[in-house]
């Protein structure tokens, strides 16, 4: 669970040292300044015995092979926060966490070998946060959940051995961030979401067999920040079609390796949104209702990489906002003429790792702030003539394209009064650097 991550300071335990008043002994390590033990990737295969300390105490106890936490294991220590994620966890003692009642609001247990939410957890009046996803949990146990209802705020949770919904989860009211992993069930009930709907911040789908989304999203208006990543059953139009209310507040969303052709169409009212991140989808296209015009002037910047795009969409126009954009590892052949005329604030352009093999003259010429390009690892065999009318362009990356240095092809430059730097190398002079070539050869050309 994301959200976890960052809700605790982390310290680097290369300087940690086992004091006296550390809980557990070496090779556990501990930073007594910050109250936290390091027991990490120790090939643990039991817990090592505890003694008692005072203050509030974060415990990394995680990628070891621990299989069970016995009845009042950490008694005598109060936990703030406690990673226990990818062990062997079979069995938690009904009082494991006893001591902790008031003062545990973390808890990992993601990756481990529960089969049921343990009766410990639901002894925790301050739980505000846990992560018990990859464990095979068919279900969760109403009565932990019921005892936790007025004190959790995030959960990340399921299984493929998880074969529905668990309806019980509506006694959560007060969830903000919701995390679902690896179900392999197509649908989820259409009110899902609808006891979450004036809180639900954080909707995020790791691996699900899901084939939309349920309507209730749309009473989540508060929605902010969405992750897609692994859904191989959900299409773009399935989203699209869920979605009828869009999402006002949102400002985040990431789509990652879910098998996407196109992106869906959701965006309509996200005047908010300051990222749009997309990763290895197949994309072909992007349809002109994808992106209203004007739509956000918090977006600044937008990564696509590993898509099946031959060119640049015409509907990223209307993200005028834009000062960046990197579509690399994709299939971009060309850039014409009015790709990127309407985008007037690039500063940015990355197009590396495309079988890009032509720039049209005038494709850059409406692009004035554009400072740095990136057309690395292309099949470009010359300098576009493109670059000389970004008028602020400083750096230009040409590494491992395959330019032929001639008077021929670059003689064109003697009339650029203020070329930028170049980064890469002439294919057919032995490895002479571009910048070389341009500063001693170009001026001498006819």
């Given amino acids: 669970m994301a959200c976890i991550s960052y809700c605790v300071q982390t310290v680097s335990s290369s300087s940690a040292h086992a004091p006296p008043d550390c809980p557990l002994p070496l090779p556990c390590e501990c930073n007594g300044n910050q109250q936290i033990v390091y027991c990490s990737n120790k090939s643990l295969s039991i817990l090592p015995p505890i003694q008692t300390s005072e203050g509030k105490w974060t415990f990394f106890l995680d990628n070891n092979g621990i299989e069970?936490?016995?009845?009042?294991?950490?008694?005598?220590?109060?936990?703030?926060?406690?990673?226990?994620?990818?062990?062997?966890?079979?069995?938690?003692?009904?009082?494991?966490?006893?001591?902790?009642?008031?003062?545990?609001?973390?808890?990992?247990?993601?990756?481990?070998?529960?089969?049921?939410?343990?009766?410990?957890?639901?002894?925790?009046?301050?739980?505000?946060?846990?992560?018990?996803?990859?464990?095979?949990?068919?279900?969760?146990?109403?009565?932990?959940?019921?005892?936790?209802?007025?004190?959790?705020?995030?959960?990340?949770?399921?299984?493929?051995?998880?074969?529905?919904?668990?309806?019980?989860?509506?006694?959560?009211?007060?969830?903000?961030?919701?995390?679902?992993?690896?179900?392999?069930?197509?649908?989820?009930?259409?009110?899902?979401?609808?006891?979450?709907?004036?809180?639900?911040?954080?909707?995020?789908?790791?691996?699900?067999?899901?084939?939309?989304?349920?309507?209730?999203?749309?009473?989540?208006?508060?929605?902010?920040?969405?992750?897609?990543?692994?859904?191989?059953?959900?299409?773009?139009?399935?989203?699209?079609?869920?979605?009828?209310?869009g999402f006002p507040l949102l400002t985040s969303i990431s789509f990652q390796e879910n098998g996407l052709i196109t992106l869906p169409s959701i965006f309509s009212k996200s005047t908010k949104i300051g990222r749009i991140s997309v990763t290895n989808e197949p994309l072909e296209y992007l349809r002109e209702d994808t992106f209203p015009p004007h739509l956000s002037s918090f977006l600044h910047y937008l990564p696509i990489s590993g898509t099946k795009l031959n060119r640049i969409p015409s509907v990223l126009s209307n993200l005028d906002s834009l000062t960046g954009i990197s579509i690399i590892q994709s299939q971009i052949l060309e850039i014409q003429d009015g790709d990127l005329s309407r985008l007037f604030n690039l500063g940015v352009l990355f197009l590396g790792y495309n079988p890009l093999v032509r720039i049209s003259e005038n494709a850059f010429s409406n692009n004035k702030q554009l400072s740095y390009i990136t057309l690395d690892h292309t099949r470009l065999t010359t300098i576009p003539k493109a670059l000389m009318h970004a008028q602020s362009l400083q750096n230009v990356d040409m590494t491992s394209c395959p330019v032929e240095c001639s008077c021929a092809s670059l003689g064109w430059m003697k009339s650029w009064k203020e070329t930028p730097s170049f980064y890469g190398s002439c294919h057919n002079l032995n490895g002479t650097s571009l910048n070389s070539y341009i500063q001693k050869d170009v001026p001498s050309c006819p």
């Fill in 68 to 245: 069970s936490i016995p009845d009042k294991y950490f008694f005598g220590v109060k936990i703030n926060f406690l990673s226990l994620e990818n062990n062997k966890l079979q069995t938690i003692g009904e009082n494991a966490f006893a001591g902790s009642e008031d003062t545990l609001n973390y808890l990992h247990l993601e990756n481990n070998k529960l089969t049921t939410l343990p009766a410990a957890v639901g002894k925790l009046r301050k739980l505000t946060a846990i992560s018990i996803h990859r464990n095979p949990m068919a279900d969760l146990s109403t009565d932990v959940l019921q005892n936790i209802s007025s004190s959790l705020q995030l959960i990340s949770f399921g299984s493929s051995a998880m074969s529905k919904w668990p309806i019980n989860l509506q006694l959560l009211t007060s969830l903000f961030s919701i995390d679902l992993y690896d179900v392999q069930f197509s649908q989820l009930p259409e009110d899902a979401f609808s006891v979450f709907s004036s809180n639900l911040t954080f909707l995020n789908f790791y691996n699900t067999g899901l084939t939309k989304l349920p309507l209730s999203i749309n009473s989540c208006t508060q929605i902010s920040t969405m992750t897609f990543q692994g859904n191989k059953k959900m299409s773009a139009n399935a989203i699209t079609e869920s979605v009828t209310e």
